[in-house]
């Protein structure tokens, strides 16, 4: 249980989550929420190498297992540097991208067993588990923003990207009372509506919590 609300934006590229990230962070500070914007993996000192490690092509081909601790070491030190200290002043933090980014890419790489990459996930992040996270789903041939220079992961083939949608899709699946699952290419204003409404519910079950 922490003071503050941690939300967490997943899909593929170029669905919108930053869009809509911004749009949630400017909603919530009109209301004057502390909002904490954030994202994974990278944002750290430390997250920074990191991050360069795993998407860089200069950095050649990372063992799968190699690649998965990294992600986690990220996540590790994102938790300890950002997303706690932010929840326990009761900020509310919005994170682009966290464990399904990491379960939904290294399962569809196939290459490590997925329960395997899980466990090391919670662990990584000592089981913290977002309030909230909004998945925009899309075909990921819709995804718009194509890139000049592709990262590692951009440039995966289709069916790589297929497999990682319909991944993040069960994990919804799973545990429907902690997700919003939008199709992302419902209008902007549309989705970032449904965004806030679901928050503003969770703000008020929270101050409800509170309210002697
Ligand atoms: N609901 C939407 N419908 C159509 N285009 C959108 C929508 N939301 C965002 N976009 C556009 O799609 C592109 C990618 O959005 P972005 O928020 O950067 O995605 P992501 O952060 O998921 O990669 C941007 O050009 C943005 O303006
Ligand atoms: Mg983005």
């Known amino acids: ?11 593929g590229d170029g669905v919108g989550k930053s869009t809509q ?3 949630l962070a400017r909603w919530l ?6 909002v904490v914007r954030t994202f994974e993996p990278g944002d750290t000192l430390a997250g920074r190498e990191i991050r360069r490690l795993v998407l860089d092509h200069a950095s050649g081909e990372l063992d799968p297992r ?3 601790l990294l992600y986690a ?3 590790a030190q994102h938790l300890f540097e950002v997303v706690r200290p932010a929840l326990a002043r009761g900020a509310v933090v919005i994170c682009d991208r966290y464990v399904d980014t990491m379960l939904a890419y290294q399962g569809a790489g196939r290459a490590l067993d997925l329960a395997e990459v899980a466990r090391i996930a919670r662990w990584a992040t000592a089981e913290l588990r977002p309030d909230l996270t909004v998945l925009l789903d899309l075909d990921p041939r819709r995804a718009v923003g194509t890139k000049a220079v ?6 995966a083939g289709e069916s ?3 497999r990682a949608r319909q991944h993040f899709l069960d994990l919804a699946a799973e545990a429907p009372e902690s997700y919003l699952v939008l199709p992302a290419r ?5 989705i970032a509506a449904s965004v806030a409404d679901r928050v503003a519910a969770l703000l008020s079950a929270r101050t409800g919590t509170l309210a002697p």
Do not use: C, Q, Y
């Open 160 to 162: 790589f990207h297929d």
């Open 186 to 190: 419902d209008a902007e204003t549309a």
């Open 21 to 23: 990230a911004r749009r």
């Open 1 to 11: 249980m922490t003071a503050g609300l941690f939300i967490v934006f997943e899909g």
């Open 150 to 155: 592709k990262d590692k992961l951009e440039s």
């Open 29 to 34: 500070t009109e209301r004057d929420h502390e």
């Open 73 to 75: 070491a990220d996540k």
């Open 66 to 68: 190699a690649e998965a």
